[in-house]
């Protein structure tokens, strides 16, 4: 359904039923009220009202999302669309088309979070991550370190075997969220897959970056699951490498990470290696 309006000076001058209808007014109660009214912001009306301006300038259709509120008080996204009854003349007014598009804007924001994050845990998937890898790359530089946290569970199948796999998921979420819960609220952290995560973080050295792993290792061997009256214990094996700057590239970060993270299970398991040098890579492409 498509409500339509004009409007000249701001203020409704025509309006449809089924505007009318979107809005919760009566045709007479709407009539000759300004147009912000329907606006559930005043400033987000500004912004769009300026919008408008370079639209009639540039002879163009307006097109935007704007949240709009009801007579009942409720909200709604409403995509507004308008243009210009005289392309010489914005005191002619305007058509305006509304469109609730509440539900279909909900759906799209739902996909595209499906379609970048992990469902289970709710990071970012490995999708994803490389993406955001990739964008924060050109970040790193001499005066602004950055290291990866590259993490792998220990023992995860004896967990799934004996407590199940139900048990196994409600592990991997703990970590998830012993991870979120041991770094910085804007750092990228990740589930690539199985029992494996990683994590970057910008402006931070490799003294820093290892004082995190070791807070996110305590943090994750402090996740315990019983079963059978027994406490299963969840370890972890932390491999920390700095992210050399100009050179690196989402696959050698990854590569590096990875085995620094086999390193520490080579050493026993449930603890932290730092890799404090790397070696050297080709520049990129």
């Known amino acids: 359904p498509i409500g339509i309006a004009f409007t000249r000076d701001r203020r409704f001058e025509m309006v449809s039923d089924q505007l009318c209808a979107m809005q919760g007014y009566a045709e007479s109660e709407l009539i000759g009220e300004t147009v912000p009214f329907i606006f559930a912001s005043k400033a987000d009306f500004a912004v769009m009202e300026q919008r408008l301006a370079q639209a009639f300038l540039e002879r163009q259709e307006f097109v935007a ?13 409403g995509e507004l669309r308008g243009r210009a009854v005289d392309q010489d003349d914005a005191q002619a007014g305007f058509i305006w088309l509304l469109r609730d598009v509440t539900a279909e804007r909900a759906e799209h924001r739902e996909l595209a979070w499906s379609a970048s994050h992990d469902a289970l845990t709710g990071l970012a998937n490995r999708r994803h991550f490389e993406v955001e890898l990739q ?34 998921d409600r592990v991997l979420r703990e970590v998830a969220t012993a991870l979120v819960g041991s770094v910085r609220r804007d750092e990228l952290v990740a589930r690539l897959g199985g ?13 820093a970056a290892a004082r995190v792993a070791e807070k996110v290792r305590a943090a994750v061997h402090g996740i315990g699951i019983v079963h059978d009256g027994q406490l299963l214990p969840v370890g972890v094996s932390l491999g920390v490498v700095p992210i050399p700057p100009g050179t690196a590239t989402v696959a050698n970060v990854l590569l590096m990470a990875d085995q620094a993270c086999y390193a520490a299970k080579s050493e026993g398991r449930n603890r932290v290696h730092v890799q404090a040098a790397v070696p050297a890579l080709p520049a990129s492409p």
């Open 65 to 77: 999302d704007a949240e709009l509120v009801r007579r009942d008080g409720s909200h709604f996204i």
């Open 135 to 168: 964008r924060l790359l050109p970040q790193v530089r001499p005066d602004a370190p950055a290291a990866a946290l590259f993490i792998d569970l220990d023992h995860f199948k004896a967990i799934n075997d004996t407590a199940g796999h139900a048990a196994g």
């Open 195 to 207: 029992d494996e995560f990683v994590v970057v973080l910008l402006h931070c050295d490799l003294a």
